[in-house]
């Protein structure tokens, strides 16, 4: 089914792949720097993502990863929409400057979220800055609320002195299976239906990064997904971000930091990146004390009637950004 938008000739949506990266990553980098500019941060140049990060995004998104092209067959606008179970997710998404102001972002949030919820998702979300609030005033318009936020911490570690970190990537035939039942598992047990299986895969075939394992006699008392490719096109190695974490409780949860940071110093990378939900207020402190950084914010809405699922014990992080 075709969304036209007869005002500027931009049609939509097909699926994007990868011979669309360049396409994505032009449009990005221009949405995003008109963003900062208008903003008022004036001397910004948001860099283009690495086709890598992309090709993930993409993957993961599937019939989810949405663009609009405009009367010349430019990328003109996209929208790439997540689904982990019950869990779903809108983003990076981006209107090209000279588009906007005409109706497309509405249209491709509408889209994305009416796939997200054909796909039977209970959670739906998406993350903004929360000091625009242009952009909180249009989600808001589209039937999105505002929740807590989300803090990006760094912390830069020492790369010697860690104990040798416990690697999925380490696991083999029968044994990797057993593991991922194990993540299915506590993932599931925190938020009922929530599933990050694909993503630890796809991380994994795109050797993009790997998952951290904590274990203890009980079973798999937490797991952390995480990727060291870098996330500017050009740019070294030089931080392990996490994007998916759940723990069984808070011990588990320091530990779950600890196995990343093992990892990290593994890899000679000295800085680990971590996004925290501020609904988790224990976890935040407990960053803090460890000697994490606050270098960010982003606020999580979510569309009205599909709230957020929290546990009623342990701490679930799942990023809603790439």
């Known amino acids: 089914m075709r969304a036209w938008l007869p005002e500027r000739q931009v049609y939509g949506p097909e699926r994007a792949g990868e011979r669309d990266i360049d396409g994505l990553n032009r449009v990005f980098a221009e949405a995003f720097t008109d963003r900062y500019r208008r903003d008022g941060l004036v001397g910004v140049r948001v860099p283009q993502l690495n086709p890598d990060v992309w090709r993930y995004a993409l993957l993961d998104a599937g019939e989810g990863a949405m663009l609009w092209r405009d009367e010349a067959g ?6 790439v929409a997540h689904r982990s179970g019950l869990e779903g997710w809108m983003g990076p998404l981006a209107v090209r400057p000279d588009r906007q102001g ?20 209970t959670t739906l979300g998406l993350e903004t800055m929360p000091r625009t609030v242009e952009n909180i005033g249009f989600y808001a318009q589209v039937g999105f609320v505002p929740g807590h936020l989300t ?14 970190p416990l690697l ?11 593991a ?8 599931g047990a925190l938020a009922g239906g929530c599933d990050f299986t694909r993503e630890i895969m796809l991380t994994a075939e795109l050797g993009l990064g790997d998952t951290s394992l904590v274990e203890d ?5 937490a797991m952390v997904l995480w990727h060291s490719a870098p996330l500017a096109e050009g740019r070294p190695k030089d931080e392990v971000r996490i994007l998916k974490l759940a723990a069984r409780d808070e011990r588990a949860f320091d530990a779950a930091i600890v196995a990343v940071e093992a990892a990290a110093a593994r890899a000679g990378i000295r800085r680990v990146g971590v996004r925290c939900q501020t609904r988790y207020t224990g976890a935040f402190r407990r960053l803090i004390t460890r000697g994490y950084r606050v270098r960010w914010t982003d606020l999580r809405m979510t569309q009205d009637g599909y709230p957020e699922q929290p ?11 790439i």
Request: charged share 15%.
């Open 151 to 164: 803090v990006t911490m760094t912390n830069d570690i020492a790369t010697r002195g860690h104990r040798a």
């Open 311 to 321: 546990p009623a014990q342990g701490v679930l992080f799942s990023n809603w950004e």
């Open 168 to 178: 999925l990537s380490a696991r083999q035939g029968h044994a990797r299976a057993q």
């Open 74 to 79: 430019q990328v003109a606008a996209f929208n």
């Open 102 to 121: 005409t109706g497309v972002g509405k249209a491709i949030v509408r889209a994305a979220v009416d796939w997200l919820i054909e796909q039977g998702v």
């Open 180 to 187: 991922l039942d194990a993540v299915r598992g506590l993932v």
């Open 217 to 221: 006699p009980g079973g798999l008392a």
